[in-house]
Every structure is written in C-alpha cells, then in structure tokens.
C-alpha cells in the first residue's frame, strides 16, 4: 500500500489549500484515514482523522476552519484548509490506520511522504 499526498504549497495568511492523498495498492477497506502536520522543530500532530463511517475528529486549533472529507470508493481523504494561519505551517503527512490488504493479513497502518504547506503573514 502506498499513500501519495498531493495540494501543499505557500500561500498567504487567510488563503485556503485543499491537500489530497489516495491510496493505492491491494485494499480492501481503511478504517480511519487522517492528517497529522509536523512544524520545525516540534513533534507530528494529529489535524485531523475520519472513520470509515464519517466520524470526524480535529484538533483544536483548526476547528471551523479546516474539513476533512474521504472518497470510500477511490480510498483517497482530503483536507480543505480555510483561513489559514502562519502556525499551520508544517509539513502534513497523511495517513490509512487499520488497512485491511487481503485474508490473512492484519489491519495495518501506512503513511505518506509528508507535503509541505507554508503560510506566510
């Protein structure tokens, strides 16, 4: 299974950027799709998670301002980042927890090589 994020890049505060990952590769259903975002010199943080059902969860500081939203049928989760502030400025990795790949296999979980947003003030 390979994620492919795609959608960062530099844009000014109170721009908008709608990043996108898809999933390829053998699977049969992802429980929980996300985004996390790692800024200089701090640790990965979860930005976002949707459940294969459509439960969400975002972090605080992005709330009202950012929407995650999952294409089941194509396994792809996007990110659409309004109102966006020079803290959100990190490189954002996604992320397939719990894949299910084939019978005999665990659910397991896989991440993307990370694409950078920049946010200037």
């Known amino acids: 299974v390979q994620l492919q994020a795609s959608g960062g890049g530099l844009v000014q505060a109170g721009g908008s950027l709608r990043l996108s990952c898809a999933a390829s590769?053998?699977?049969?259903?992802?429980?929980?799709m996300g985004w996390y975002r790692q800024a200089p010199e701090k640790q990965r943080e979860l930005v976002a998670i949707?459940?294969?059902?459509?439960?969400?969860n975002y972090a605080e500081s992005v709330k009202g301002r950012f929407t995650i939203s999952r294409d089941n049928a194509k396994n792809t989760v996007y990110l659409q980042m309004d109102s966006l502030k020079p803290e959100d400025t990190g490189v954002y990795y996604c992320?397939?927890?719990?894949?299910?790949?084939?019978?005999?296999?665990?659910?397991?979980?896989?991440w993307g090589q990370g694409t950078q947003v920049t946010v200037s003030s």
């Open positions: 992320a397939a927890h719990g894949a299910r790949t084939g019978r005999g296999y665990p659910p397991s979980d896989y």
């Open positions: 949707i459940l294969e059902g459509g439960t969400i």
């Open positions: 590769g053998t699977i049969f259903s992802i429980n929980v």
